[in-house]
């Protein structure tokens, strides 16, 4: 089956970050890294909620050019995402232009908070997320991912930043 999308991952499912497993465990269907890459357009990327989760916020021209990962997946994988995400409920899938490190541009897919507290905005702003960064703010995964749990663990979440 081909790598029918895009997607570009700037928080815990990057290489070497905590979730990075839903992009390279097959079971969540296929994907392969392609490249380091950022945005062309500016949005805020903080660090929010009880699990100290990055969140990038759809407004653009605020906040930095955002470091990430740009990843080919099939449509199993991105339904899997869609799903880890919680869209449409926690994020919106949007596409958005992507430069790359050759000076070529490409639209990908990629997460934002479209609903949000306006408090967030006054939160510090990253270009690169890192769970073990300097703001030393650790990313504090949910430890049952049961569908239940699940639903439990994002509604408290929304409640947190929307």
């Known amino acids: 089956m081909a790598l029918q999308h895009q997607v570009f991952v700037y928080g815990t499912l990057k290489r070497g970050q905590p979730n990075q497993g839903y992009m390279?465990?097959?079971?969540?269907?296929?994907?392969?890294?392609?490249c380091d890459g950022r945005t062309k357009e500016q949005y805020p990327l903080v660090i929010a909620?009880?699990?100290n989760s990055p969140f990038c916020i759809d407004k653009q021209g605020h906040g930095k050019?955002?470091?990430?990962?740009?990843?080919g997946i099939d449509d199993e994988?991105?339904?899997?995402?869609d799903l880890i995400e919680d869209v449409p409920r926690l994020y919106q899938r949007h596409l958005r232009v992507i430069c790359l490190e050759d000076g070529r541009e490409v639209e990908a897919h990629m997460?934002?908070?479209?609903?949000?507290k306006e408090s967030l905005l006054e939160l510090p702003f990253l270009d690169n997320y890192d769970s073990e960064g300097a703001h030393n703010l650790p990313f504090s995964p949910p430890?049952?991912?049961t569908p239940e749990y699940l639903?439990?663990?994002y509604e408290l979440l929304r409640q947190q930043i929307s």
């Open 24 to 34: 390279t465990d097959d079971a969540n269907g296929r994907g392969r890294f392609l």
């Open 77 to 81: 994988r991105l339904q899997n995402l």
């Open 151 to 153: 639903r439990r663990y």
């Open 49 to 51: 909620g009880s699990s």
């Open 143 to 145: 430890e049952k991912r």
């Open 111 to 116: 997460y934002q908070l479209t609903n949000y």
């Open 65 to 71: 050019h955002i470091k990430g990962e740009l990843w």
